[in-house]
């Protein structure tokens, strides 16, 4: 069972990552996506997967489903920034001219390597976006991304490997929108989420850099129920633990957890009251954070110097009612 097979969607070549537990689909050629996660105990799809007939949809506006990459996450205003002497410009994709949800999209990364082995298997894809030259128009800096995506039981780890190849220092922000379902059951979930601080943002939905107490959402560190609520709602973590816990109430649930020293925010969005799906989503950066004149340790701007390589990893772990797998 740990082994890795192919497949098709569209026409595209998928992987699928097999345990005994788990089976998670890779998408490489149109933006690296996990478009699904199959529960095999629980017979039920983990995420929000798009259907072969929603393949114009998916083009559009990938980040809907799945686990998909947001390079840089967020919303930055009117697409522009300055930095280290470098000017960038990104696409105005918002009702008010300001950026979302970064460059990537659905550009084709290859298949370098791929493993099976006595305890998991594995697939690593890379993509050098020199490749694209609408990406290098809006971000001039070169940079190789790499995913290892790794399924062990119900454990599966993703590893982004990210190596500056160009000359000057250069700003970076990871996030991932990862779309969660809830099976229109949400009075049945409970999200544990430990923050410290709620994000204001202004009426164009952009990060001003000031930050607010909690007030109602100080219940996510104690565990809230999903009936009722409708998020798209940036929360610092502060020195908490970067997990997120998802519970339904038969005991069966998730836990979503990444490096406490680079993602220091995380994103709930529910797209409208709580029914289907809720997006937990970590990233590295606030929103618009080469535009606030806030420290880098507070904003999480990673900046990236020539020949440098960063780490990043984010570890999704299935659990079921009576603590076993099966």
Same mark, same amino acid.
């Given at each position: 069972?740990?082994?890795?097979?192919?497949?098709?969607?569209?026409?595209?070549?998928?992987?699928? &990552?097999?345990?005994?537990?788990?089976?998670?689909?890779?998408?490489?050629?149109?933006?690296?996506?996990?478009?699904?996660?199959?529960?095999?105990?629980?017979?039920?799809?983990?995420?929000?997967? %798009?259907?072969?007939?929603? &393949?114009?949809?998916?083009?559009?506006?990938?980040?809907?489903?799945?686990? %998909?990459?947001?390079?840089?996450?967020?919303?930055? =205003?009117?697409?522009?920034?300055?930095?280290?002497?470098?000017?960038?410009?990104?696409?105005?994709?918002?009702?008010?001219?300001?950026?979302?949800?970064?460059?990537?999209?659905?550009? *084709?990364?290859?298949?370098?390597?791929?493993?099976? !082995?006595? !305890?998991?298997?594995?697939?690593?894809?890379?993509?050098?976006?020199?490749?694209?030259?609408?990406?290098? =128009?809006?971000?001039?800096?070169?940079?190789?991304?790499?995913?290892?995506?790794?399924?062990?039981?119900?454990?599966?780890?993703?590893?982004?490997?990210?190596?500056?190849?160009?000359?000057?220092?250069?700003?970076?922000?990871?996030?991932?929108?990862?779309?969660?379902?809830?099976? *229109?059951?949400?009075?049945?979930?409970?999200?544990?989420?430990?923050?410290?601080?709620?994000?204001?943002?202004?009426?164009?939905?952009?990060?001003?850099?000031?930050?607010?107490?909690?007030?109602?959402?100080?219940?996510?560190?104690?565990?809230?129920?999903?009936? *009722?609520?409708?998020?798209?709602?940036?929360?610092?973590?502060?020195?908490? %633990?970067?997990?997120?816990?998802?519970?339904?109430?038969?005991?069966?649930?998730?836990?979503?957890?990444?490096?406490?020293?680079?993602?220091?925010?995380?994103?709930?969005?529910?797209?409208?009251?709580?029914?289907?799906?809720?997006?937990?989503? /970590?990233?590295?950066?606030?929103?618009?954070? /080469?535009?606030?004149?806030? /420290?880098?340790?507070?904003?999480?701007?990673?900046?990236?110097?020539?020949?440098?390589?960063?780490?990043?990893?984010?570890?999704?772990?299935?659990?079921?009612?009576?603590?076993?797998?099966?």
């Amino acid at each position: 069972m740990k082994k890795v097979t192919k497949g098709q969607w569209n026409g595209y070549d998928t992987y699928i &990552l097999h345990s005994h537990e788990l089976e998670v689909t890779l998408l490489p050629r149109l933006g690296n996506n996990v478009i699904r996660i199959w529960d095999r105990i629980q017979q039920r799809d983990v995420l929000r997967r %798009p259907e072969e007939n929603e &393949l114009d949809f998916y083009l559009l506006k990938p980040y809907h489903f799945g686990i %998909p990459l947001l390079i840089p996450p967020g919303r930055i =205003r009117r697409g522009h920034f300055t930095y280290a002497g470098q000017e960038y410009q990104f696409d105005r994709n918002t009702a008010n001219d300001n950026h979302i949800h970064g460059l990537h999209r659905t550009q *084709g990364w290859c298949v370098s390597d791929i493993e099976e !082995d006595d !305890d998991g298997c594995a697939i690593t894809t890379e993509f050098v976006t020199t490749s694209d030259p609408n990406w290098m =128009r809006q971000f001039p800096e070169p940079l190789k991304l790499e995913m290892t995506l790794r399924l062990q039981g119900t454990s599966l780890k993703q590893t982004f490997k990210i190596t500056h190849l160009g000359q000057k220092a250069a700003p970076f922000g990871l996030g991932l929108h990862t779309w969660f379902l809830i099976n *229109g059951e949400p009075d049945r979930w409970n999200l544990n989420l430990p923050v410290s601080g709620l994000v204001e943002a202004d009426d164009e939905l952009v990060p001003t850099g000031k930050m607010a107490p909690l007030g109602e959402f100080q219940s996510l560190n104690e565990g809230t129920n999903l009936r *009722g609520v409708n998020y798209d709602t940036i929360l610092s973590i502060g020195d908490h %633990p970067v997990e997120a816990v998802l519970t339904r109430d038969d005991g069966y649930g998730l836990r979503y957890s990444a490096d406490p020293q680079y993602f220091k925010y995380w994103v709930i969005y529910t797209k409208g009251e709580a029914d289907q799906f809720l997006c937990i989503e /970590p990233y590295t950066w606030l929103p618009n954070a /080469p535009n606030l004149q806030l /420290p880098a340790d507070t904003t999480g701007l990673i900046e990236l110097h020539p020949q440098e390589t960063l780490v990043l990893n984010v570890n999704l772990d299935i659990f079921y009612p009576d603590g076993s797998p099966a």
